[in-house]
């Protein structure tokens, strides 16, 4: 599937379900193989700096992140910087494919080795404000396959309306179905954000601005071609859209 991060959230919808079945089948394999499947929740820091202080916090969180490699840390974490939006002035740090138990050993970690009296001595003199939360990735519902290419990603995130599952699920059915058939073979992940509004994100890895164009054909003309009409297609999208409350998409670039 392709997210587009400049069209309509109906548009953006489409990626929900894409190669889904293929998503289970692979996860199943490796069950049955005997493989460790990698843990589904990440842990997400938002830092905003203080105004004219920016290099400041750049040059101070790498040197943290050197540190907390150093005393022993197992975790990997990846920086995010937004290029897209109104406001282009914080840094999102995550770390993904935990279990639930990872973060106890690590709180065990950091306690040990006094991570937050070392943030707050190195890098806390220029942190504005901060936000945490986790996610959870839809295994089941995404498809994503990895690479060190990967330079931008559009983000588009969806507060739900409540009482509206059922319409929700019959949109979303009409949509696999279309996109399955359609073979797309676009990478995509699926997360529910804990903690705040608990929003339902759709993050779609690019490695470069040229693979942010539409693809053609359309998603509006696949779903015309499953269900076997223009009309039918315009009402499962406008089904799937009574369903979002409000969206908004950001743009971010990996900073490596």
Same mark, same amino acid.
Request: contains cysteine; charged residues 20%.
């Given at each position: 599937?392709?997210?587009?991060?400049?069209?309509?959230?109906?548009?953006?919808?489409?990626?929900?379900?894409?190669?889904?079945?293929?998503?289970?089948?692979?996860?199943?394999?490796?069950?049955?193989?005997?493989?460790?499947?990698?843990? &589904?929740?990440?842990?997400?820091?938002?830092?905003?700096?203080?105004?004219?202080? @920016?290099?400041?916090? @750049?040059?101070?969180?790498?040197?943290?992140?050197?540190?907390?490699?150093?005393?022993?840390?197992?975790?990997?974490?990846?920086?995010?910087?937004?290029?897209?939006?109104?406001?282009?002035?914080?840094?999102?740090?995550?770390?993904?494919?935990?279990?639930?138990?990872?973060?106890?050993? &690590?709180?065990?970690?950091?306690?040990?080795?006094? @991570?937050?009296?070392?943030?707050?001595?190195?890098?806390?003199?220029?942190?504005?404000?901060?936000?945490?939360?986790? *996610?959870?990735?839809?295994?089941?519902?995404?498809?994503?396959? @990895?690479?060190?290419?990967?330079?931008?990603?559009? +983000?588009?995130?969806?507060?739900?309306?409540?009482?509206?599952?059922?319409?929700?699920?019959?949109?979303?059915?009409?949509?696999?179905?279309?996109?399955?058939?359609?073979?797309?073979?676009?990478?995509?992940?699926?997360?529910?954000?804990?903690?705040?509004? &608990?929003?339902?994100?759709?993050?779609?890895?690019?490695?470069?601005?040229?693979?942010?164009?539409?693809?053609?054909?359309?998603?509006?003309? +696949?779903?015309?071609? *499953?269900?076997?009409?223009?009309?039918?297609?315009?009402?499962?999208?406008?089904?799937?859209?009574?369903?979002?409350?409000?969206?908004? &998409?950001? +743009?971010?670039?990996?900073?490596?």
């Amino acid at each position: 599937m392709r997210v587009r991060y400049v069209r309509s959230s109906c548009l953006m919808a489409l990626a929900v379900l894409l190669l889904s079945s293929a998503a289970s089948a692979t996860a199943a394999d490796k069950t049955a193989a005997g493989a460790a499947v990698p843990g &589904n929740i990440t842990e997400v820091w938002t830092f905003w700096p203080k105004p004219g202080h @920016e290099k400041d916090f @750049e040059t101070t969180i790498k040197q943290y992140a050197a540190w907390r490699k150093s005393a022993g840390e197992t975790f990997t974490w990846s920086i995010f910087q937004p290029i897209v939006g109104d406001d282009l002035t914080y840094f999102v740090i995550r770390s993904s494919h935990h279990q639930w138990k990872d973060f106890d050993a &690590n709180a065990v970690w950091g306690a040990k080795s006094k @991570e937050g009296d070392k943030f707050g001595e190195q890098v806390g003199p220029y942190v504005l404000r901060s936000a945490h939360y986790f *996610s959870e990735t839809d295994p089941a519902h995404s498809h994503w396959t @990895e690479s060190k290419d990967y330079k931008y990603f559009s +983000v588009d995130t969806y507060a739900m309306k409540t009482g509206t599952h059922a319409e929700q699920k019959d949109a979303l059915d009409k949509i696999q179905k279309a996109v399955v058939d359609s073979k797309w073979p676009y990478s995509y992940q699926i997360e529910h954000q804990i903690g705040g509004t &608990n929003p339902m994100v759709i993050v779609t890895p690019m490695k470069s601005y040229a693979e942010m164009a539409d693809p053609d054909p359309s998603l509006m003309k +696949v779903m015309s071609k *499953s269900l076997g009409s223009d009309a039918a297609a315009a009402a499962a999208m406008k089904e799937f859209g009574s369903t979002i409350d409000h969206h908004s &998409n950001t +743009v971010y670039t990996y900073r490596a």
